[in-house]
C-alpha cells in the first residue's frame, strides 16, 4: 500500500503533517494539484474527520458507516442551515453516487472516484467560500 500524497511545490506546506512520503515531482507541477495514493476509505474518512465533521457536526460513523447517509445528512444540514450553494449540490451528488456504488449501479473503482471527485470539488468550494 503506497501511502504518498504528491503536491505543487508551492503547496508544500500542506502535506508538512503528512504522515507518509510525499513529494513535489509527480504533483504535474501544476499549482494545486494533489495526487493522494491513499486507499480510498483512508481519503473518505480524512474527508469525514477534516471537513464534513467540522462543517455538519456529522461523518459516516454517525450512519453506522453508511457514507451515502453520512453525505445526505450533510446536505441536509447545508440546505436547512445555510443558503444552499455549490457546495451542497456537490454533496448531494457524491452522496448519490456512493448509495449508486453500493447497489452495484456502478463499478467500485468508477463510483470511488466519482466520490472522491464530488467531495473534493465540494471541499474547494467550501474553503473559496471561506476565503480559506
Known amino acids: 500500500m503506497d501511502n504518498r500524497l504528491e503536491v505543487c511545490r508551492r503547496h508544500r506546506w500542506l502535506a508538512s ?7 513535489a515531482e509527480g504533483a504535474g507541477g501544476r499549482c494545486g494539484t494533489v495526487v493522494d495514493y491513499r486507499p480510498y476509505e483512508a481519503i473518505v474518512q480524512s474527508h469525514a474527520d477534516l471537513w464534513l465533521r467540522a462543517l455538519t457536526a456529522n461523518g459516516p460513523e454517525d450512519h453506522d458507516g453508511d457514507l451515502a447517509a453520512a453525505l445526505h445528512a450533510g446536505y ?4 436547512t442551515h445555510r ?10 451528488h457524491a452522496a448519490r453516487i456512493a448509495e449508486a456504488t453500493a447497489v452495484g449501479t456502478l ?3 468508477e463510483g470511488q472516484a466519482q466520490v472522491l471527485a464530488a467531495l473534493s470539488l465540494a471541499e474547494t468550494l467550501d474553503a473559496v467560500a471561506r476565503g480559506a
Do not use: D
Open 17 to 23: 503533517s503528512w504522515p507518509g512520503r510525499r513529494g
Open 76 to 79: 441536509e444540514w447545508i440546505t
Open 83 to 92: 443558503e444552499p450553494t455549490g457546495v451542497a449540490v456537490a454533496l448531494e
Open 107 to 109: 463499478q467500485p473503482a
